[in-house]
């Protein structure tokens, strides 16, 4: 078990007495059994040990939530619009998918922020965050040439609303 202390939520420093540590992190094979098996049945089979067999979805670290963040959760359940946040890009021209998709795969590797699910754990169903080895992310292409200039930013208005009220699942997507 390793403990840290989170410098505005981004990084970790390590050296903390246990007591002022305000998270606790663990590895998927220190966990109970049942809190293994929620995340096994969340995100697929985990290796055993350091040495396990490679998985699809490796967990890297499971920690508890920071003070900071378990306000944040508190009886929210995050439904509120401010929690989601959309991105969109409008390109006009050709763009080269693969350059793209190499840039935000190597933004993913290096902010392990970016790899983050939340995860309810143990009977008492506690909310963690569960840190990913690795994680790629979809990105949606839209080909809008056929429609009208003046209709444009209606269409992208009803995908971002459909987007939106669809809501957000934190334990299976990407913040």
């Known amino acids: 078990m390793k403990y840290g202390w989170e410098k505005d939520g981004f990084g970790s420093f390590d050296g903390f007495e246990e007591d002022n540590a305000p998270y606790e992190s663990r590895k998927v ?41 378990e306000s944040v ?12 946040i959309q991105i969109l890009y409008k ?11 190499k840039a935000v795969n190597k933004l993913l590797e290096e902010n392990e922020e970016l790899r983050i699910h939340f ?17 790629s992310l979809d990105i949606h292409y839209r080909n809008m040439e056929n429609i009208a200039d003046d209709s444009i930013d209606r269409f992208l208005k009803k995908l971002m609303l459909e987007d939106q009220e669809k809501g957000f699942d934190m334990a299976k997507e990407p913040l």
């Open 91 to 101: 390109i006009r021209g050709e763009i080269d998918r693969n350059d793209l998709h």
């Open 29 to 69: 094979w220190d966990l109970s059994a049942f809190e293994r098996e929620q995340v096994i049945q969340a995100y697929g089979s985990q290796p055993e040990s350091e040495q396990g067999p490679r998985c699809p979805r490796p967990v890297q670290e499971v920690r508890t939530l920071t003070a900071w963040e």
């Open 73 to 84: 959760f508190d009886g929210q359940a995050l439904v509120s619009p401010q929690y989601s």
């Open 119 to 135: 995860l309810p754990l143990g009977w008492n169903e506690k909310l963690h965050k569960l840190v990913f080895q690795k994680m």
